[in-house]
T-cell receptor, first 114, second 112 residues
Framework: EAGVTQFPSHSVIEKGQTVTLRCDPI?????LYWYRRVMGKEIKFLLH????????ESGMPNNRFLAERTGGTYSTLKVQPAELEDSGVYFC????????????FGPGTRLLVL | GEDVEQSLFLSVREGDSSVINCTYT??????LYWYKQEPGAGLQLLTY?????DMKQDQRLTVLLNKKDKHLSLRIADTQTGDSAIYFC????????????FGKGTKLSVKP
């Protein structure tokens, strides 16, 4: 069974540009989470989808971030326009049922905004 | 203070035991987790413990939970060079939608 996959693995963009990150959860997992780790800081929760619905987006930093999960399968996280402080590693995780104890994480996308 | 705190670095010799410590602030935490991140890789779930337990053992890994002191530890017996990684402690709070709260991670270096 394939794990959580993320694309791209790395992205280097200039301030003001747009970047779209993609996450493919484990097949059959209704719950999808986005997290972010800024250099030297904790991994912080961004938002949570249950199927195609946003269950909790309390961690989204501002309206430059837009997450979607059309069809309840893969998800995208778009940053527009990107700022320097958006640099970090963006992780996606999925779990089968809400409240299930195990979240499986993808390898992350390393974003660098110059 | 931060919700979850960990020491940033730990260095041990190969074959010794490693103990990575974590403290958390919310007594309503339901599950507590240890994740491992190897260089350039994602987060790998190592183990987790439900808050009504005080110990869990899985091969070389032993998790101890002291709810009174809100202290969690991960002991790795017979530490190997392949155990070198960053170890993240995380908690899931009661009533949360499932999002995890992480510490900053402890970088474990294993010297031959």
């Amino acid at each position: 069974e394939a794990g959580v996959t993320q694309f791209p693995s790395h992205s280097v963009i200039e301030k003001g540009q747009t970047v779209t990150l993609r996450c493919d959860p484990i097949s059959g997992h209704d719950n999808l989470y986005w997290y972010r780790r800024v250099m030297g800081k904790e991994i912080k929760f961004l938002l949570h989808f249950v199927k195609e619905s946003k269950q909790d987006e309390s961690g989204m930093p501002n309206n430059r971030f837009l997450a979607e999960r059309t069809g309840g399968t893969y998800s995208t996280l778009k940053v527009q326009p990107a700022e320097l402080e958006d640099s970090g590693v963006y992780f996606c995780a999925s779990s089968q049922e809400q409240g299930q104890e195990t979240q499986y994480f993808g390898p992350g996308t390393r974003l660098l905004v110059l | 203070g931060e919700d979850v705190e960990q020491s940033l670095f730990l260095s041990v010799r190969e074959g010794d035991s490693s103990v990575i410590n974590c403290t958390y602030t919310d007594s309503s935490s339901t599950y507590l987790y240890w994740y491992k991140q190897e260089p350039g890789a994602g987060l790998q779930l190592l183990t987790y413990i439900f808050s009504n337990m005080d110990m869990k053992q899985d091969q070389r890994l032993t998790v101890l939970l002291n709810k009174k002191d809100k202290h969690l530890s991960l002991r790795i017996a017979d530490t190997q060079t392949g155990d070198s990684a960053i170890y993240f402690c995380a908690e899931r709070k009661w009533g949360s939608q499932g999002n995890l709260i992480f510490g900053k991670g402890t970088k474990l270096s294993v010297k031959p």
